[in-house]
């Protein structure tokens, strides 16, 4: 046991900070050796704090509690409650419930703190000026720099704790009101002439309530907030906000802070956090947006942990390495929250034309730690009024609440049941271009198994153009007949509708299988590529042949044909692959066009090949049926390729071209390639582009609960969800879905009636469902 100096006296300790970090981890140390000496050094007075009030949610107090039941006591007794979030926004105030909060003033907070920590014998030095813990050092065992978000200590010693500092783009300013918010936490989103500017509002005590007043830098300077005093700044916002203050002031008690107290929220992460006898916590290592009120719980459980290792550990390293271990993974978890929460905030005028309804859900969900079902057990009946909305909007009978993954969609006269599709995925069992009985199997059995779209893997327009001796073609008139067959088969036995993706490989053709070597060359029996520049895959890969009028030519009419083909056997939709590096891509990625004619350069000049095949496509596909085209919008290698807001160019020149959807996938356009994985990772460029053209999209990438789907769908973040390898574990992925979510809607294949019942039964048991896997 460590916590005790070598010679087994117990150690000094200076906190530089009388922050929550510092006076909570000098109480933590006391409660577990009274014998500590520990003083906390504070520049300011005891009762002059900035700020007003703070926010915990109910899981956080639970550690507090458990760490020192008599503080968390007397802090719990000071808590303002509240359960209800209220949403102002366009002349409508939508309440939702279940939240479970709690707010106390910080000065109220802070000055309970340090009253527990002079009973336990801590030494509090106010008025205290200390040159960062650098000057500390040499006299204690142990300097606990909890010196705030401007912390001194982390920048004198930045070489050690390499730490990253991201001055974020809004401005936000923190002030009170003696306005009453008492019965919710309160978001008031409000247009002016010189932009949008929204409130954060809070009660924590009896009669003060903090009010938190954020907009774009763009706003702020239309405002002349740059130019303007505290009071200043305060009268303004009370005009701004005068239907929300009752006649009450606002006020800043920001006097420390030199002009107008408006910030820019700084996000803090640090490579280390200890150096030597130095330890940095609370904002000083790493800060959570207030967004989602956590730089409190942080701090506070930082000091808990800290305490503890001290005391558990044989040295100040061992104990330094287990609390950066320990602590790391909480505080990136709960920072990767804030930071899409901070991110939403700052991106909130691109929703800032949804429906009420769906704008509170998209709040609610911001930070993606509430989940769908997670918002039913908070607000059921708040929930199942989004619901209905959503369904209502979309044409379906709202009076039975279904799931937003079971509304119908439609896209010119193709109805689509529900928004689950089964995206494109290559089989590579065809036998030169023509699909199989394995075809015929696979498609028919995911159009069996509920999902309403079934689009078929990439079918190409050409021999050469097939990526691999196994991929599908539309290029003879015996793979016409094979599709007929299959597409009659679904249209005949299923109320799916099933979506022909053509494509042609370009560079990354002539390939072996899928589950050989991908996009590595064929042993032999090579055939020669092309592309929109002389580029190749990789080195392994054959130089792929620069295109020329006469090829693009060539392949316009081949898909041309290909379309008349899939017209004549039955696809209810068409899907033009200009994704994923194959040969429409190489044209939009700037990482494989070098061409220098009017196909090459600016992005309007790359897209001008895909678009002209997209026309000539569309004057040959019958006119009621939908086209969507794939896209991948972000290359992820930087500013070099296709970045997602360079997605949002191509999106609305495609938007322009009358284009009915856009299926946005990702990557796959070069080997440098850097993506970063996650759940529903390629989400957020479906969200960008439908919110911000207002172009109908589809998302597609590791998208695999029926929750993402219906948060993705319910906050407006897609129109269609696209799922891939789940539908290869599970082609009744969508029958399976409704029947654990309790929904008896969705009509199964007459024969399987049977199945479908023992289902249902199990699962109303809430015993395991048997599934293809
Ligand atoms: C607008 C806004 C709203 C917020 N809302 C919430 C919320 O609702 N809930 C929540 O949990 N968190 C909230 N926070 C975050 C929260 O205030 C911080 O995360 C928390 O205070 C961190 O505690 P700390 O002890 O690390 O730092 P601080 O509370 O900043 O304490 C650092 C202390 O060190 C002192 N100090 C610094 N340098 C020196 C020096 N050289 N010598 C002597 N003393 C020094 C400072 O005076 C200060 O008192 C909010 C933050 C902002 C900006
Ligand atoms: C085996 C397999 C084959 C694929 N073939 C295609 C294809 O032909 N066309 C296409 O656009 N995407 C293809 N993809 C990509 C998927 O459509 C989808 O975008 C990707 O797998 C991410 O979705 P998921 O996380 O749900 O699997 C394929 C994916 C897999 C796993």
Not at 67 to 73: G, I, L, Q, R
Not at 314 to 331: D, I, S
Not at 359 to 364: A, P, Q, T, V
Not at 713 to 732: F, Q
Request: proline content about 4%; overall charge negative; some cysteine.
């Amino acid at each position: 046991m460590f916590g005790r100096d070598q010679d087994g006296s117990a150690m000094k300790i200076a906190c530089l900070g009388g922050g929550p970090a510092g006076l909570y981890f000098a109480i933590s140390m006391k409660l577990r050796d009274a014998a500590h000496d520990i003083t906390v050094f504070e520049r300011n007075r005891p009762d002059d704090t900035f700020g007003w009030g703070v926010v915990f949610s109910d899981e956080t107090f639970d550690n507090i509690t458990a760490n020192d039941p008599v503080s968390a006591e007397t802090i719990r007794a000071h808590f303002a409650y509240w359960d209800d979030i209220a949403v102002h926004y366009r002349g409508e105030r939508i309440v939702s419930s279940g939240h479970g909060f709690s707010g106390i003033a910080r000065k109220k907070l802070l000055m309970l703190l340090q009253e527990r920590a002079r009973d336990l014998g801590v030494k509090l030095r106010f008025q205290t000026e200390i040159a960062g813990a650098g000057a500390l050092a040499g006299d204690y065992d142990l300097v606990v720099a909890a010196d705030g978000l401007n912390s001194k200590t982390r920048s004198d010693f930045a070489a050690e704790f390499r730490p990253a500092v991201d001055l974020r783009k809004n401005k936000f300013v923190w002030l009170g009101t003696h306005q009453k918010f008492d019965d919710a936490f309160t978001f008031i989103f409000e247009h002016t002439e010189q932009g949008w500017i929204w409130a954060h509002a809070y009660q924590f005590d009896a009669d003060t309530a903090t009010f938190i007043v954020e907009c774009s830098e763009d706003t702020w300077r239309s405002f002349g907030f740059e130019t303007m005093s505290q009071d200043e700044t305060c009268r303004t916002c009370e005009r701004i906000f005068a239907k929300y203050l009752g006649g009450h002031a606002l006020i800043s008690n920001a006097r420390h802070i030199r002009g107008s107290a408006w910030l820019n929220f700084p996000r803090v992460l640090c490579e280390k956090w200890s150096y030597r006898n130095i330890v940095l916590m609370g904002d000083a290592a790493a800060t959570a947006h207030f967004s989602i009120g956590s730089g409190t719980k942080l701090a506070m459980e930082s000091a808990v942990a800290m305490a503890a290792l001290l005391h558990s550990e044989p040295t100040l390293e061992a104990a330094f390495a287990k609390y950066e271990e320990a602590r790391r993974t909480e505080v990136l978890r709960l920072q990767s929250a804030a930071r899409n929460s901070m991110e939403w905030f700052e991106d909130v005028e691109r929703y800032l034309h949804l429906d009420p309804v769906q704008f509170n859900y998209s709040l609610l969900t911001r930070s993606q730690r509430i989940s769908h079902e997670n918002l039913r057990l908070r607000d059921k009946e708040w929930l199942e009024g989004a619901e209905a909305w959503f369904q209502r909007l979309a044409g379906a009978d709202a009076n039975t609440v279904r799931r937003p993954m079971f509304a119908p969609f439609r896209l010119r006269d193709m109805r689509l049941k529900n928004r689950i599709v089964v995206s494109p995925m290559a089989q590579y069992k065809a036998v030169d271009g023509r699909p199989t009985d394995w075809h015929l199997v696979h498609y028919a059995e995911r159009a069996k198994g509920g999902a309403g779209l079934v689009c078929i893997e990439m079918t190409c327009v050409s021999p050469e153009g097939r990526i691999t001796p196994g991929c599908t073609g539309m290029y003879a008139p015996e793979h016409e007949a094979a599709w007929k067959r299959i597409v009659d088969f679904v249209h005949a036995e299923t109320d799916a509708k099933i979506c022909c993706q053509l494509g042609h490989s370009g560079a990354k053709g002539s390939t072996q299988l899928g589950w050989q070597e991908m996009d590595a060359p064929l042993d032999a029996d090579n055939w020669p590529v092309m592309s929109a520049s002389d580029t190749r895959w990789s080195e392994r890969n054959q130089r792929a042949r620069a295109m020329d009028r006469a090829d693009m030519d060539r392949v316009r009419e081949q898909f041309v044909s290909a379309a008349k083909m899939a017209a004549r056997a039955g696809f209810d939709m068409l899907e033009i692959h200009c994704a994923h590096g194959y040969l429409l891509s190489s044209f939009i990625t700037p990482l494989t066009n070098r061409r220098s004619d009017e196909y090459g350069g600016s992005l309007e000049n790359r897209m001008r090949y895909p678009l002209e095949i997209f026309h000539a496509v569309r004057a040959v596909w019958p006119h009621d049926k939908p086209i969507s085209v794939r896209i991948s919008a972000n290359d992820w290698v930087g500013p070099g390729g296709i970045e997602p807001h360079d997605a949002v160019a191509i999106s609305r020149l495609l938007q322009e071209a009358g284009v009915d959807i856009c299926d946005v996938s990702a990557g796959q356009t070069s080997i440098d390639a850097h993506p970063v994985y996650g759940r529903m990772f390629q989400t957020p460029f479906s969200d960008r582009i439908r919110n911000e053209t207002g172009m109908a999209t589809m998302a597609v990438g590791n998208i695999f609960e029926p929750d993402h789907v219906n948060s993705i769908l319910m906050a407006g973040r897609a129109d269609l969800v696209c799922l891939a390898r789940p539908h290869l574990a599970d082609p009744y992925w969508t029958l399976h879905a409704a029947a654990k979510l309790g929904d008896r809607h969705e009509a199964w294949p007459l024969p399987y009636l049977p199945g479908r019942d023992q289902l249902y039964r199990l699962a109303g048991r809430d015993e395991p469902i048997p599934t293809a896997v």
